[in-house]
């Protein structure tokens, strides 16, 4: 059996949960988007940020961008087109005050950390480009949470494309962790005239990256990828065009690594070999 080691307090403290002494925090909900983008001749690429090693959460780990749901991301006033939210909790099994601020946290979070909005003036439209400093000065007040999205997206006459996002995953912060998050995976296309830029921030680095490259570099101990970005990463190198990945039917399965006692180690116990640099 293999698996991540927890040492030091954390395997501490895994041992006492599995004992009784302990109890898991709560999960936070939250959401992460991958962004996707086709580039003939290197085909399907997935926008990767590097989180800094200062961060309380996945510190130096490439990951997706995504975060907690604000409170206010359930906002009824905001201006929705696509899937209702009633459709989303259907997928993920969940509440529908929930999958509504799940979709939101998705948008929300991919703009704060991207600079790319799934947002437009219309229900067939997306916005063209969100390098302008007026834009930066509202990214910025979305991270400090002195704008609500609802109010952003109001103050620009604008409506969240929720039929931009497909549902992809379902993970859960092991029980050890005194950080948790209940994160649903969405993906999504970079929209046609939009980019993504290094916004700063949590991250220190940000790649477009095709899956294979991103695997083999996990491999070598390039870079870092936690279980649940390896798995997402290998399940979309599997597909040969963005159309493809976004066409994909998926039953979305909620997983929770276990934590487990093994050789007198506590581990986090996976379901499959990552390989290297996954943890």
């Known amino acids: 059996m293999g698996g991540i080691p927890l040492r030091g307090e954390l395997g501490e403290r895994a041992r006492d949960i599995l004992a009784g002494r302990a109890e898991p925090v709560p999960a936070r909900d939250a959401a ?4 996707l983008r086709e580039t003939p001749p290197r ?5 990767l940020l590097r989180r800094t090693a200062s961060m309380a959460f996945a510190a130096g780990a490439c990951v997706f961008p995504g975060g907690s749901v604000d409170p206010r991301d359930a906002d009824h006033a905001l201006a929705w087109a696509g899937p209702p939210p009633a459709e989303w909790a259907r997928v993920f099994r969940t509440a529908e005050g929930t999958a509504r601020g799940l979709v939101c946290a998705a948008v929300r979070e991919t703009f704060e950390e991207s600079g790319v909005l799934l ?9 063209a480009d969100t390098t302008g400093d007026d834009w930066e000065v509202d990214r910025l007040a979305l991270i400090d949470r002195s704008l609500s999205f609802a109010d952003f ?7 969240l494309r929720a039929d931009l996002l497909r549902p992809w995953g379902h993970w859960i912060t092991p029980e050890a962790e005194p950080r948790r998050f209940d994160t649903r995976f969405f993906v999504a296309a970079l929209p046609q ?3 993504t830029r290094d916004v700063g ?4 680095q940000v790649i477009w990256v095709r899956p294979a490259d991103a695997l083999d570099r996990a491999g070598r101990g390039l870079i870092r990828l936690m279980p649940p970005t390896y798995r997402t990463i290998r ?3 599997l597909h040969p065009t963005v159309a493809d990945v976004l066409a994909t039917e998926r039953e979305i399965v909620s997983y929770m690594p276990d934590i487990a006692e093994v050789d007198g ?4 116990v996976l379901d499959d070999d990552y390989g290297p640099g996954v943890g």
């Open 193 to 195: 005239g939009q980019r």
């Open 119 to 127: 947002a437009g003036p219309s229900e067939r439209e997306v916005v």
């Open 235 to 237: 399940e979309i190198s």
């Open 265 to 268: 180690e506590m581990r986090i």
């Open 201 to 204: 921030g949590e991250a220190d």
């Open 32 to 35: 992460t988007v991958v962004l």
């Open 153 to 159: 997206l109001a103050r620009r006459s604008l409506v």
């Open 43 to 47: 085909g399907v690429e997935v926008y």
